[in-house]
């Protein structure tokens, strides 16, 4: 079993849709769990992080980290075409220098 | 502030070719990563420095080699090219180590093997 799965898609949706990505993961040492996104011929940036279960909210983005089924998913709000990108999960032991990846999921938002 | 900064952008090898991949951050970070990605593998760690005159095997370090040549810079060499080295290569950065692992990445190279 892989440590991180992520459906790669690709995820179309017309612009101002709410969009739900997710990941799950089987590791339960697990603390740290930070999304990525990547653009087109372009390198991953980090867009959130959340430490342990709970919510985090940045503006359009919510991360949501359920330990207790080892599920990890990203909403976005109001998705806007500059949304369209692959988004990565990548969660992490915090004492791990080698961080663990999804495949990421291919994101498509239409106008 | 450059971030992460990876040359060449692209090359065209013929198998059997070697060359440097160089990499070089600007954020004074300990540790340096070395990742290809490939359509329906994602992001596979080559290898890894935690801190300067260090380095460690990643998942795929076959075919590969590094040298972490001070706090900025860490390469990565092809000695012998193969097709199956055709990809794209990431180099990226962390503060090091801890739970605060976030890491920064360059614009990549696009590598063909032909």
């Known amino acids: 079993q892989k440590e991180v799965e992520q459906d790669p898609g690709p995820l179309s949706v017309p612009e101002g849709a709410i969009v739900s990505l997710n990941c799950t993961y089987s590791?339960?040492?697990?603390?740290?769990f930070m999304w990525y996104r990547q653009y087109s011929r372009k390198g991953p940036e980090l867009l959130m992080y959340t430490y342990s279960s709970g919510n985090k909210e940045d503006g359009r983005f919510t991360a949501q980290v359920d330990k207790s089924s080892k599920y990890i998913s990203l909403f976005i709000r109001d998705s806007q075409p500059s949304d369209s990108a692959t988004y990565l999960c990548?969660?992490?032991?915090?004492?791990?220098?080698?961080?663990?990846w999804g495949l990421g999921t291919s994101l498509a938002v239409n106008p | 502030n450059a971030g992460v900064t990876q040359t060449p952008k692209f090359q065209v090898l013929k198998t059997g070719q070697s060359m440097t991949l160089q990499c070089a951050q600007d954020?004074?970070?300990?540790?340096m990563y070395w990742y290809r990605q490939d359509p329906g593998m994602g992001l596979r760690l080559i290898y890894y420095s935690a801190s300067e005159g260090t380095t460690d095997k990643g998942e795929v370090p076959n075919g590969y080699n590094v040298s972490r040549l001070n706090k900025r810079e860490f390469s990565l060499r092809l000695e012998s090219a193969a097709p199956s080295q055709t990809s794209v290569y990431f180099c990226?950065?962390?503060?090091?180590?801890?739970?605060?692992?976030?890491?920064?990445f360059g614009q990549g190279t696009r590598l063909t093997v032909v």
């Open positions: 954020m004074n970070h300990n540790s």
């Open positions: 990548a969660p992490n032991a915090g004492n791990n220098r080698k961080l663990i």
């Open positions: 990226a950065s962390s503060p090091g180590t801890g739970w605060n692992t976030e890491a920064f």
């Open positions: 590791n339960s040492a697990f603390q740290y």
